[in-house]
């Protein structure tokens, strides 16, 4: 199955990985039944999941020094691609009122996904590679800034800004691991939330969203009905649910149930403990990713490090996104949850994404004789 050189990789953490897949495939395919009313969400779902174990299985084949010396191709080919995303019809796809797709025909293809594993992958090789500029001056953070800045720019034009806003986050995270001074950090950060504000208040749909989720009552007749419906379906979920298929907020009365508000769907028809079994299996396979990047730093191999670091990072950053919206704690957003959410691109990206960390993880246990072409 694996060289033999090599360990397998980490059962405990694949057996999460499956479980969050089937977990996540059920409760997407009752939500998608429920508002489309036919199984045609399921059965492509089923095969987006099929597709990426597949890829995923490859990528584990695959020594991460192989990468990292093609980091660079993959991000300018990303970035062909969120090009391509801006084309006008049939080429590109527009989906309320966001240009976000690329029209494969069975199913649109999202770039800004795809992004944001590439942006890891080459925002750590840059970080190895200009080490003592990132940490000794602001020429590194300026040559980072511009990396993340042209993809931003490309994204943010799709009208994408959640997506915009995770890769950023990302790539400062991973910034501040490589010594980057936090003075440094701060002056970027605020710079660019600076940028958002601005942005959000000359777009009048996205300020007004803002403005009705932290200004107007949430239950009062300007309430936000979309974060309203969410939290009426997980109240009336309590402990155990209503039942797997037998929730009703589904049916026309929340928007996108099998995408950004999977998780009060969830809460709806499993209650509590469905909540709870996607918080612990996350915590439980995040705590693991960031033990098997702290291996890769302790045995001074930087490149596993930050890719392992940022793929956990992105992770977190978008489970916690996804599920604050869903309780009604941040307003709504574009945010799946990894794993879990109906989508193609998602789907495919977060499973290799994974397989990576896995792929670290069995390049961690191999005899250190052996590891001379790991990074």
Known sequence: MFDKTEQSPDKKLLLIILALLAFGWIMSSSASVGHFGDFSKAIKQ????????????????????LFKKYAGYAFVLTLILLAIVLLPDPIGRSVNGSRRWINLVYFGFQPSEMMKLVMILFMAKFLVKQEKEVTSSWNGLIQAAIIVGLAGLLIMLETDLGATVIIAATALIMLFLAGSYIKQLLIVGGGLLTLAGIYVYFDPVRLYRLMSFWINDLWGENGVLQTRQALIGIARGDWTGVGLGAGIQKYSRLPEPHTDMIFAITGEELGVVGMLFILFAFVYALNRGFNIAAQALTDGRKYSYYVAYGICTWFALQISVNIAMNIGLFPIKGYTLPLISYGGSSMLFSIIALALLLRIDMENKTDYKKRKHYV
């Open 46 to 65: 089923a095969g987006f999941i099929l597709v990426g174990i597949s890829v995923g299985f490859f990528v584990l084949k695959l020594p991460l020094h």
